[in-house]
């Protein structure tokens, strides 16, 4: 809150005091006149006014100050519960359109499942910023490792990540910012899955007989790479010991010859 909105509003005060204080005079109510005149004998006294401001004004500054006060503390428990107010859920498709890309398109970011709405931090998450690549994504894998590049996020027609594989130091490192940004931004919603049609159960199953080639493919060329390096390994143990046995059969034939030159 502003000083220019704390004044007007100790000026308010001070005006309702005055006014209040001429009001009970005039109307003859001896407990609330007394109460006023007490504060101010004189109404019109300029110097009584300033300083029922200035008191006004500090009383106003501390109960403003009291309500700005941080979030209680958190505990992730309740981010599982009742306490994030469930406005709709987003399936990955949904709240990839959230991203921020112009002024009027909202921006949130999904941590633990648990959808933000992190528009007032457009310079984080907005396009040029440094976490620009979780905008309208779920963030918690990359929160968790540290990680800010796309390779690390989900594909949007998959299953939300279950995050199962995390470790505990990882874990602890996804709740600080989940306490994070439960603390600083607005809850909007939940990150879900989305219903599985009969044509995204199609998908799914292409991709993963995808992956699974993909995989296999991998495991035998590695398998095959492998294979070369250890032929190519023999080879050359063959080859150097090929040349050890003919540089020993050379000196061995030269010390002969030498004796029989002896001989002669």
């Not at 921020?100 to 398109?105: A, Y």
């Not at 995390?166 to 989305?194: C, H, I, Q, S």
């Not at 000196?251 to 002969?256: D, H, I, L, Q, S």
Request: with cysteine.
């Amino acid at each position: 809150m502003s000083h220019a909105t704390i004044a007007t509003a100790t000026a308010s005060a001070v005006e309702a005091a005055s006014t209040a204080a001429a009001e009970a005079t005039r109307q003859g109510a001896p407990v609330v006149s007394q109460f006023f005149r007490s504060l101010v004998p004189d109404p019109t006294s300029p110097i009584q006014l300033v300083l029922l401001g200035l008191a006004g004004y500090f009383a106003v500054r501390s109960a403003l100050a009291s309500r700005s006060k941080g979030p209680e503390k958190f505990a992730m428990a309740n981010v599982q519960e009742a306490v994030v107010p469930t406005k709709r859920d987003f399936t990955p498709e949904e709240l990839a359109e959230c991203d921020g890309h112009d002024e009027e398109t909202p921006l949130h970011i999904a941590v633990r499942r648990v959808v933000y709405d992190v528009s007032k931090a457009r310079g984080f998450y907005g396009p040029g910023g440094p976490y620009a690549n979780f905008a309208g994504r779920d963030a918690s894998r990359g929160l968790a490792l540290g990680a800010f590049d796309t390779s690390i996020l989900t594909d949007l027609d998959d299953p939300v990540d279950t995050l199962e594989d995390l470790d505990k130091a990882e874990n602890e490192a996804l709740d600080e910012w989940a306490t994070f940004f439960a603390g600083k931004y607005v809850p909007v919603g939940r990150l879900v899955d989305a219903p599985m049609t009969p044509e995204r159960v199609a998908a799914a199953e292409k991709k993963a007989a995808a992956k699974e080639a993909a995989e296999k493919e991998a495991a035998e060329k590695k398998a095959a790479e492998k294979e070369a390096a250890e032929k190519e390994a023999a080879e050359k143990k063959e080859a150097a010991a090929k040349e050890a046995a003919e540089k020993e059969a050379a000196a061995e034939k030269e010390v002969a010859d030498t004796e029989t030159k002896k001989d002669i």
